[in-house]
């Protein structure tokens, strides 16, 4: 899993390449805590899945533990890119009452509202 | 007329999770045997993956064992066996509550309501101290026969 994490405005914009299950998510479950502790004025997460190719419920536990800390820091969850088998695991989850999706990184910079 | 394809691999692998993306892939490819579609196929992937995970997390739980993934086609029906000789599970009707989960910090209880969703059949055979057995079965729906 390539996991690629960067900071735009008030958000963190986690790029992930692989496929996201229970051999990668603890890897990406260390990297995004630690980006998020390591930046405390951050209260926004976008999840940039345009290269995951598959996820399962070890992936869902994943983003639903960041959404917590996120929620804690009034802040939202972007799914940015999904593909449709991802998106469909996701909506069958129920992740779409959490986190909202977008399809460009403006579309969902401009859902967050960041602040400059 | 359909064809009946009469096929079976037997695969085994310790339970590391590394292992778990070689598994789905390789079932996923079996059953491509049948006219399943891509989300079907990506659908077994996800079951697959979720059986493997729990022989991995809760089977074996800090300790490495043996897990067994045995496929079968049977006319046109896909049946998948993932066993192990891990820790067994106590409750069988309770682990398949949807959120139901012993780790309610880092997991969903999500991984046997996916496979109840995307399986036809879903059968777990189960005693503690001895293993578990999750028996899995799909027909493609484009050229599904009910008789």
């Known amino acids: 899993m390539d996991i690629a994490i960067r900071r735009k405005r008030n958000a963190l914009i986690v790029s992930l390449d692989g496929e996201l299950d229970l051999a990668t998510a603890a890897e990406v479950k260390e990297r995004v805590d630690a980006a998020l502790a390591a930046n405390a004025k951050v209260n926004h997460l976008i999840w940039d899945l345009e290269k995951v190719g598959f996820i399962d419920s070890s992936g869902l536990a994943v983003l639903l533990g960041r959404y917590k800390e996120i929620q804690a820091r009034s802040g939202k969850v972007i799914a940015l890119r999904a593909l449709e088998p991802v998106r469909r695991v996701l909506t069958m989850a129920g992740m779409e009452r959490i986190m909202q999706f977008a399809d460009t990184e403006e579309q969902a910079l401009a859902q967050i509202g960041g602040k400059r | ?147």
């Open chain 2, 1 to 147: 007329m359909m064809e009946t394809i009469e096929n079976m691999v037997e695969m085994r692998f310790p339970s590391k999770a590394a292992n778990i993306g070689f598994a789905r892939t390789a079932v996923a490819l079996f059953a491509s045997q049948l006219e399943f579609t891509l989300d079907e196929l990506d659908e077994i992937k996800i079951a697959v993956s979720e059986a493997v995970s729990n022989a991995v997390i809760h089977g074996y739980k800090g300790t490495e064992g043996e897990i067994t993934v045995i496929c079968r086609l049977t006319g046109n029906r896909l049946e998948v066996t993932v066993k192990d000789e891990g820790r067994g599970i106590s409750n069988v009707q309770q682990a398949l509550e949807p959120a139901f989960t012993t780790e309610p910090e880092e997991r969903m209880g999500l991984g046997l309501v996916f496979v109840r969703e995307y399986m036809d059949e879903l059968v777990i055979d189960s005693e503690p101290g001895k293993g578990t057995c999750v028996f899995m079965a799909k027909s493609p729906s484009q050229t599904r026969v009910h008789s």
